[in-house]
């Protein structure tokens, strides 16, 4: 079975400051994907960040990056220079990576993030 | 990009009747479709797993035959809430698979049942 624990329900930030939104995880697979996503009060689900369990590097977009520690389990995500726009819910995700497709993501509860002008 | 539409963006209906949710991959085709439901201020659900030809894989918990789910092609999933209670007033998100990790959400139904 897979877990996902966001230990932050809420966080206020300022603006233009970084700030890190904490993430561990549990699975038995060998094999893994961690996502993160960003749902404004409009509801949908935006993409964030990816990392796969096997992927030497941090990944990183524009201001985004995932602090992957594998041996922790945890998978932060950092916002840098965070803007006002950035103030949502985020959601931290993992997905087995069996190679055939068809896995469940499995969510954390959230993290609501309020930025400060 | 991936683009996943889900229609109606929200639907207010009585008691008693059925509601169906369309979710479509507007720009690729999706074998595997996801339907997950959000209390207010809660985390997503995953309800059911459906596989384009086949039937639904439902999770534990949920009644099948309250959420009927069918994918008839490769870019429609649908979801229909029969016999609706207010119990069943939520935010329900479909999600399509493009490759073998990445899934595009759709922008969610509100469903109110009163």
């Known amino acids: 079975a897979q877990k996902i624990t966001q230990t932050q329900p809420g966080m206020f930030v300022q603006e233009k400051e970084a700030v890190t939104l904490d993430c561990t995880y549990d699975?038995?697979?060998?094999?893994?994907?961690l996502f993160w996503y960003k749902q404004p009060s409009s509801g949908e689900m935006i993409f964030l960040i990816y990392?796969?369990?096997?992927?030497?590097q941090n990944a990183t977009e524009g201001r985004y990056s995932l602090n992957f520690q594998k041996a922790r389990k945890s998978a932060n995500l950092v916002i840098s220079a965070s803007q006002l726009g950035d103030s949502a819910m985020y959601f931290c995700a993992m997905r087995a990576s069996r190679g055939f497709g068809n896995e469940k993501l499995t969510f954390g509860t959230g993290t609501r993030l309020t930025i400060i002008p | 990009g991936a683009v996943v539409s889900q229609h109606p963006s929200w639907v207010i209906c009585k008691s008693g009747t059925s509601v169906k949710i369309e979710c479509r991959s507007l720009d690729f085709q999706a074998t595997t479709m996801f339907w997950y439901r959000q209390f207010p201020k809660q985390s997503l659900m995953l309800m059911a797993t459906s596989n384009e030809g086949s039937k639904a894989t439902y999770e534990q918990g949920v009644e099948k035959d309250k959420f009927l789910i069918n994918h008839a092609s490769l870019t429609l999933s649908t979801l229909t809430v029969t016999s609706a209670h207010p119990e069943d007033s939520s935010f329900y998100i479909c999600?399509?698979?493009?490759?073998?990790?990445?899934?595009?959400f759709g922008p969610g139904t509100r469903l109110t049942v009163t």
């Open positions: 699975t038995s697979d060998p094999s893994y994907g």
């Open positions: 999600s399509a698979e493009r490759d073998t990790y990445e899934q595009y």
């Open positions: 990392q796969g369990s096997y992927d030497q």
